[in-house]
C-alpha cells in the first residue's frame, strides 16, 4: 500500500521568493516519486519524477526535488518564483506500475 | 500528435442519466486510466486497463463502468449518475520512460450531477 501527504493546501509567496511545497509519503516498496502541475481548467502536467540513482532531481521550470528516504519526503523547491508558477502542485508515489497514489495537493499564489 | 483528447469538455446531468465519458490517445500507450478529482482529495483512481481487452477496478469503481476494445479508445460509462458523481474526470495514458510509467492527462471533462 502507497500514500501520499501535502504539508499546506495553499501557499502564498512573494514574487522572487523561495518556493517550498512539502510531500512525505509511505510505500512498502522503493517507491517512485512524481510532481505534477495543473493550471487552471488544464490537465496535469509532469514536472519531475524520481526512480532510482541521484537523490536531487531537477525538473522543468526551475523545479527541483530531493528524495530523503530517511525522512520519506519528496519536497519541491524553486529559489524564485514567479507569477506564472501560480498553479495546483500534486505530489504522487508509484510502486512502479501504471497506477499513481495522489496526494490532496496543494495550490501555490504568487503575489506581486 | 493530439496526445490525449477527452470529449465532452463539460456536463450536465440529471440524477439517474446515464452517459458515457470519451478517452482517446494516439500515442500507442498500452496503458491508460480513469481518475476524479475532488476539492482536498487529489485525484483518485476509478478504472484502469493495461490492453486492448483487459481492464480492472481502481480506488473508486463503483457506479462506473469501463471498456477498451482497442488501443486508443477507453471510454468510462456512468450507469446512474448520482450527486456524489460531480466532479473533473481526468483520463490518462501511459508510457514506460527511464524506469517507470510516465502519465500523459487529458484535458478533463467537468461533470455536474444535479
Given amino acids: 500500500a502507497q500514500s501520499v501527504t501535502q504539508l499546506g493546501s495553499h501557499v502564498s509567496v512573494s514574487e522572487g521568493a523561495l518556493v517550498l511545497l512539502r510531500c512525505n509519503y509511505s510505500s512498502s516498496v522503493p517507491p517512485y516519486l512524481f510532481w505534477y502541475v495543473q493550471y487552471p481548467n488544464q490537465g496535469l502536467q509532469l514536472l519531475l519524477k524520481y526512480t532510482t540513482g541521484a537523490t536531487l532531481v531537477k525538473g522543468i521550470n526551475g523545479f527541483e526535488a530531493e528524495f530523503k528516504k530517511s525522512e520519506t519526503s519528496f519536497h519541491l523547491t524553486k529559489p524564485s518564483a514567479h507569477m506564472s508558477d501560480a498553479a495546483e502542485y500534486f505530489c504522487a508515489v508509484s510502486s512502479n506500475d501504471y497506477k499513481l497514489s495522489f496526494g490532496a495537493g496543494t495550490t501555490v499564489t504568487v503575489r506581486a | ?114
Fill in chain 2, 1 to 114: 500528435n493530439a496526445g490525449v483528447t477527452q470529449t465532452p469538455k463539460f456536463q450536465v446531468l440529471k440524477t439517474g442519466q446515464s452517459m458515457t465519458l470519451q478517452c482517446a490517445q494516439d500515442m500507442n500507450h498500452e496503458y491508460m486510466s480513469w481518475y476524479r478529482q475532488d476539492p482536498g482529495m487529489g485525484l483518485r483512481l476509478i478504472h484502469y486497463s493495461v490492453g486492448a481487452g483487459i481492464t480492472d477496478q481502481g480506488e473508486v469503481p463503483n457506479g462506473y463502468n469501463v471498456s477498451r476494445s482497442t488501443t486508443e479508445d477507453f471510454p468510462l460509462r456512468l450507469l446512474s449518475a448520482a450527486p456524489s458523481q460531480t466532479s473533473v474526470y481526468f483520463c490518462a495514458s501511459s508510457q514506460l520512460a527511464g524506469g517507470t510509467y510516465e502519465q500523459y492527462f487529458g484535458p478533463g471533462t467537468r461533470l455536474t450531477v444535479t
